[in-house]
């Protein structure tokens, strides 16, 4: 049986590309596999946050991922600064990556965009915490959107690095896992992936919108002013509409080429009002169930405290033989 590892920023609430590109898989992987699942505080604060949410989000994420159908006992779901063995091999991942390696990662491109000189020196080494996220547990399978495969590249050779320097084969290799509907693009702006840091809240789906408020944002979505194409080609140069056919196909789990099988030709608002009401039906009972859970926070906090205790006896035997690898004394 693999480990899995999956993380997700406490740094809002989760929105459809989390669901589409994350979520909705690590319910499914609960079935096959051993699941740890990590709500990432330490790289949320990469990019500055404000404690009071950061505490508040970091219980909303709970109860999104509780809703979704994260199962906690057979499972593992914890706060990542609760087990410190993360940021201790993160430190020594710091000390073998290479400053080139992290140079080529294009996440830190786009957030950094032209002022990077002013980002925390904690974007920068961003993908070596996550490299020691998996490996604090030598998980083999990673479920991540399409904008995290390059980061899973750079673990793998992180983990051969360490091996080859150290001479041993400590780490194992990481397998990502990536779904069909592994980008979900803005609302805004279908070449900007949607995130829970975009400053307009039109341009995402979060997991507790309520259907007239998902009404709202798809009828609101950007499109052009032609009738959907009936062929997938005809979506090639059209980012925003290919996304709303992707996001339709995806929650309705029919490939793109049958829903403009079914649409194609029409204008787009009897498509938005059914891609609407499709969204709408996804996200109902996810967002009812989470404002349950909400209404019992000392819940939430005891099923995070437990993850933890969890999480930490099997984090501390392998970061400490990795220290002991290194030449620290314990
Ligand atoms: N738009 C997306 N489409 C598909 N998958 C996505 N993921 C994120 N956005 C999309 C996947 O969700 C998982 C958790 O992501 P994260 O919250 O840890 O980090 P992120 O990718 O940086 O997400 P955001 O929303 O853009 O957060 P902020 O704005 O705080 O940086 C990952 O598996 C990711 O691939």
New binding site residues.
């Given amino acids: 049986m693999k480990r899995v590892f ?4 406490p ?2 609430i989760p ?1 459809l ?2 669901y ?3 979520i909705r898989n690590w319910v499914t992987l609960q079935e096959e596999h051993e699941c740890i699942f990590c709500l ?1 505080d330490l ?2 604060i990469t990019v500055w946050q404000d404690p009071k949410e950061l505490q508040e989000h970091t219980l909303q994420q709970t109860a999104v991922l509780l809703a979704a159908g994260i199962d906690p006992q057979r499972h593992i779901l914890f706060n990542q600064s609760a087990v410190s063995a993360h940021a201790r091999l993160a430190w020594i991942f710091n000390c073998v990556s290479r400053l080139g390696w992290l140079n080529r990662m294009t996440q830190f491109k786009d ?1 950094a965009g032209k002022n990077r000189e002013n980002h925390s020196a904690g974007l920068y080494v961003y993908p070596n915490l996550m490299a020691a996220d998996i490996l604090t547990y030598k998980a083999t399978l990673v ?6 495969k390059q980061h899973i590249e750079l673990a793998n050779d992180i983990a051969q690095k360490f091996n080859h320097d150290y001479g041993t084969d400590f780490f194992p290799q990481i397998e990502p896992f990536t779904p069909p509907a ?4 803005s609302l805004r702006d279908g070449t900007k ?6 400053p307009s809240e039109q341009s995402r789906i979060d997991l507790t919108d309520d259907a007239d408020t998902i009404a709202q944002k798809v009828r609101r979505a950007k499109t052009d002013s032609d009738p959907l194409p009936s062929e997938t080609e005809g979506l090639a140069e059209r980012p925003e509409a290919r996304n709303l056919v992707g996001l339709y196909a995806a929650v309705s789990s029919t490939p793109p080429e049958q829903v403009l099988a079914e649409f194609g030709g029409q204008g787009f608002g009897t498509f938005k009002s059914a891609l609407a009401d499709r969204l709408s039906t996804t996200i109902g009972p996810i967002a009812d169930e989470t404002r349950r859970l909400l209404d019992d926070r000392s819940h939430l906090l005891s099923v995070l405290r437990n993850g933890a205790d969890r999480a930490r006896a099997i984090a501390e035997p392998i970061v400490t033989e990795a220290e002991q690898l290194v030449g620290f004394l314990r």
């Fill in positions: 999956s993380g997700i920023q740094s809002g929105h590309g989390n589409l590109g994350a990432v790289h949320a957030k479920p991540v959107g399409d904008d995290q592994a980008r979900v693009m992936k949607m995130s829970k840091s975009d």
